[in-house]
């Protein structure tokens, strides 16, 4: 593990596998959760590969922001000054992301661009498309916006706060775990592995982060990707449906979609050996032999 501190002094913990000289992948994870929600594939990419992960601004190891900036901004930052830490400035690196980790992706791309970024992955992801807490705002007077943001943002709170108590109860929130992120057959290990993560959480990091992902429209930003994406979507994930992932597709430059029949949210914890195949080709795919291809 090291640390790296970002653009407003956020300290970010990041976790390394594999090779320093072989192609460069950046694992991006989800809400609520931590560089663990990656499973195996660090390992299963780390013969062939150098592999960087990072817990998000407040998840996980990383500090909490001072400034209490969690936006998707923010996060774009966060990822860009990774990217500078982990990638030579003639070199470019394939960046997978899980979840509200592709949004992420996209953000940087929009407000960063895409340099040191040979490729993306977007794993049970749509980009974080715009749902419906963001979407009914748009339109509105100023002041009417900033009363449905307070309004979201402390029924959130309320939510990461109600998180912490059922947590013991672990028949209910295994539930409701399942509910959003597996499939009735995931093994009871992985949704284990997520309830901890997301309820061990810090609700007020847990809701300024969610608000920002539910206000954040990544399609609209996805034409800023220009690299080569690969779309791997599970035909059973709840938080990605059909639309928001059709969406994204045609916004998407360049991209290529994998379907994974039955198969849930939580990809890389449920089938780790596909996600990290999938990874490695994209790479081949990319022609990532260290050249930065990107504008």
């Not at 982990?86 to 992420?104: C, E, H, W, Y």
């Not at 963001?134 to 307070?150: D, E, K, Q, T």
Request: aromatic share 6%.
């Amino acid at each position: 593990m090291t640390d790296l501190v970002s653009f407003d002094g956020t300290r970010l913990v990041l976790a390394r596998w594999g090779p320093a000289g072989a192609p460069i992948v950046i694992l991006v994870h989800g809400l609520g959760l931590s560089t663990g929600s990656w499973g195996k594939v660090p390992q299963l990419l780390a013969e062939s590969h150098h592999v960087v992960a990072y817990d998000l601004r407040g998840h996980g190891q990383s500090g909490d922001a001072p400034s209490g900036d969690y936006s998707m901004q923010a996060q774009a930052k966060d990822l860009d000054a990774v990217l500078r830490e982990v990638v030579p400035q003639d070199s470019a690196a394939v960046v997978v992301g899980n979840s509200l980790g592709g949004g992420i992706i996209v953000a940087r791309a929009h407000h960063c661009g895409t340099t040191r970024i040979a490729g993306a992955v977007f794993v049970g992801s749509g980009g974080s498309g715009v749902t419906f807490a963001g979407f009914p705002a748009r339109n509105l007077p100023s002041p009417v916006r900033g009363a449905l943001r307070w309004a979201w943002m402390n029924a959130l709170r309320a939510g990461a706060q109600a998180g912490k108590l059922i947590r013991p109860l672990g028949s209910l929130s295994d539930r409701l775990t399942r509910r959003f992120a597996f499939t009735p057959e995931d093994p009871h290990k992985a949704v284990a592995h997520v309830r901890k993560d997301f309820f061990s959480s810090r609700p007020e990091v847990l809701a300024r982060t969610a608000l920002a992902s539910v206000s954040h429209d990544g399609t609209r930003m996805a034409p800023d990707l220009s690299v080569p994406a690969l779309v791997l979507h599970g035909s059973g994930d709840h938080e990605v449906p059909e639309k928001e992932l059709s969406r994204l597709l045609k916004a998407l430059p360049e991209a290529e979609l994998v379907r994974l029949p039955g198969e849930g949210h939580m990809l890389p914890l449920t089938r780790p050996e596909t996600v990290a195949e999938e990874i490695s080709r994209w790479v081949r795919h990319t022609g990532n032999d260290g050249k930065n291809r990107s504008q």
